[in-house]
């Protein structure tokens, strides 16, 4: 039997490959599983006597992250196809708005629907000058950003617009099933389907094909147009969402909400594995990165550092996890 023989146990192969085996071993594809592990551990080990470890604090944790998860989802599917939305943030916190002003006059699925309509509104003027007019979608969404937060600002009159509609709140943020908040229930699902959809279906694939190679991906039979203008209206949509969550969290919509959430969405995608390039994405990748990012948030929070502290540490853990992340 040879050493490559399938026959041969694995621990037999791994003694005759020597060092080669762990040098081959890509094991930058699980650095962010494996960050997430050592930080978890750290602060768990340092401040497991204030009450990190408390059920409590970890739904905290999770509640926290939920809304920039769902956003990042959505974020995914853009940076695969190597594009970006800058526009995510300004777009929940106009969504907010809408709801809570159509929530307060016309009633819960009027509400709602103006909050989703919001997404679609922007996600379709972003998708359309970007895949058919050919401007870059960091000009596209840059400027949405402004136009979006402006006019969330303008209606409300930089006053916030409070919710007194309990369906509404519980079904976006405040309520629970179980010991478990609404909030993370909604982002466990926008994992799923996001993960299901960019790694299982078709769509997912032409979405990969488009961001890794558009010339290709057009020979091949790909309408890569309609994949950018997809992606960004996708995305322009669950953050409409995202905004309803934290309306329905905070009971009240305002321009605010969402404010620097595009930063922490990309962060949370390029920490999970996604290629900032496009061609590569991971949804569940993303979650984790999520995750990591409100890890470190509470964490720095109960050590006792200030805000600015908080900033320093957080962005040099950042910097060497995507330094450390594998290169596509």
């Not at 909050?115 to 949405?144: C, D, H, K, R």
């Not at 509404?168 to 229930?185: C, D, K, M, R």
């Not at 995202?242 to 969402?258: D, E, K, N, T």
Request: cysteine-free; glycine content about 14%; overall charge positive.
């Amino acid at each position: 039997m040879t050493k490559t023989d399938p026959a041969v146990p694995l621990g037999t192969r791994m003694r005759a490959a020597g060092p080669g085996f762990l040098r081959d071993l890509d094991w930058r594809r699980y650095v962010i599983y494996i960050g997430f592990v050592v930080v978890f551990v750290f602060f768990a080990v340092l401040l497991g006597d204030q009450g990190f470890l408390s059920p409590n604090n970890l739904v905290n944790i999770l509640s926290q992250t939920a809304t920039i998860a769902v956003i990042a989802v959505g974020m995914t599917f853009v940076i695969s196809a190597a594009e970006i939305d800058l526009s995510v943030g300004s777009v929940a916190g106009l969504s907010s708005v809408a709801a809570a002003m159509t929530v307060s006059s016309l009633g819960l699925i009027p509400g709602i629907l103006a909050g989703l309509l919001v997404g679609v509104v922007v996600g379709t003027i972003n998708g359309a000058l970007v895949s058919l007019l050919g401007i870059p979608s960091f000009l596209v969404t840059l400027g949405m950003l402004g136009v979006a937060a402006g006019t969330a600002q303008y209606i409300t009159n930089s006053a916030p617009e409070p919710i007194l509609d309990d369906t509404f709140n519980n079904l976006f943020g405040s309520g629970s099933i179980g010991p478990i908040p609404v909030l993370v229930i909604w982002a466990v699902v926008a994992v799923a389907v996001g993960a299901v959809v960019l790694g299982r279906t078709r769509y997912g694939r032409q979405v990969l094909a488009t961001g890794g190679n558009r010339t290709a991906a057009e020979y091949t039979g790909i309408r890569t147009r309609r994949i950018k203008f997809t992606v960004l209206l996708v995305s322009a949509i669950i953050a409409s969402i995202a905004g309803m969550l934290y309306a329905g969290r905070l009971q009240s919509g305002r321009f605010q909400w969402g404010d620097g959430d595009e930063l922490s969405a990309i962060a949370a995608v390029i920490l999970g594995g996604t290629s900032l390039f496009g061609g590569a994405g991971t949804v569940v990748g993303t979650a984790f990165g999520a995750l990591l990012i409100g890890l470190i948030n509470n964490g720095l929070v109960l050590a006792g550092l200030d805000s600015s502290q908080q900033q320093i540490i957080r962005g040099a853990i950042i910097i060497l996890a995507v330094a450390l992340a594998r290169k596509k």
